[in-house]
């Protein structure tokens, strides 16, 4: 019977992520998210607490549609071991808080990514190209580093994560959701900042991040995928600069963010 009950829940968490990242996605697709008009909002010349506001609840359904599929299995694993609480609250609840922690992290990186947007729009084209150019390299470089392999691990494996960081209670829940989603902003933090500068949050670039980091962390031999990643974000980078004008076509034609 507990067994039972913990593959309904696990079923009932996938199904639930599921839901969210198809709703996320689908309002990204209808937003007509462009490259120079992340997920429809065009961004002012000055920050303002209102733009930011909107702008980071963007960024939070983009982070929740490219992020939640590949944190799903720590999430419904983390549900299982749930199946042995007294009530439906007791088991549901502690699962609700591990993913809305985890989420709002990722919401909160918004803030910088909304500061850097307006920084991106106010220098020259030409400096942008240089800037580009230094991001895919550093960004392809950091793909290599032994860094992004021991966050890579962390998000690859939901049995060894749980087990080096579990807590009991709710407060657990919340600690375990911070750790994870640090570990995950440690293995992605490169690849979302390629989308935010490189990429000018356009759709496409959304799309092939999001089925970059999906192949790290949940196909096999996801290591040497990110190695290959980050060799083409190397050879990007020196493409970039040797001909600064690539930098036009990566973003769309459009004007930063």
Not at 207 to 224: D, N, Q, S, T
Request: hydrophobic share 60%; net charge positive.
């Amino acid at each position: 019977m507990r067994a039972m009950l913990g593959d309904r829940l696990t079923l009932l968490t996938y199904s639930v992520l599921l839901l969210i990242t198809v709703a996320a996605w689908a309002r990204l697709l209808s937003s007509g998210m462009q490259a120079d008009d992340m997920a429809g909002m065009s961004m002012p010349l000055a920050p303002t607490v209102a733009e930011g506001a909107l702008y980071v609840a963007a960024w939070t359904v983009m982070m929740a549609a490219m992020m939640l599929p590949s944190a799903a299995p720590t999430i419904a694993l983390y549900a299982a071991t749930q199946r042995n609480a007294a009530s439906a609250v007791e088991r549901i609840v502690p699962v609700v808080l591990f993913t809305l922690t985890y989420l709002a992290l990722w919401a909160v990186t918004g803030v910088p990514t909304y500061l850097a947007s307006v920084v991106l729009g106010a220098i020259t084209s030409q400096a942008l190209a240089y800037i580009v150019a230094g991001l895919l390299l550093a960004a392809g470089l950091f793909q290599l580093s032994p860094l992004k392999q021991l966050c890579l691990r962390a998000c690859r494996s939901p049995v060894g994560f749980l087990l080096g960081h579990w807590r009991a209670g709710w407060r657990g829940s919340l600690s375990m959701g911070w750790a994870h989603a640090v570990y995950c902003m440690g293995c992605c933090w490169a690849l979302m900042a390629v989308l935010v500068v490189a990429g000018a949050m356009g759709l496409a670039w959304g799309l092939l991040i999001a089925v970059a980091v999906a192949a790290e962390k949940l196909l096999p031999g996801g290591e040497w995928i990110a190695r290959a990643i980050g060799v083409a974000l190397v050879l990007l980078g020196a493409a970039v600069v040797i001909r600064p004008e690539l930098v036009v076509a990566l973003r769309g034609g459009g004007s930063p963010m």
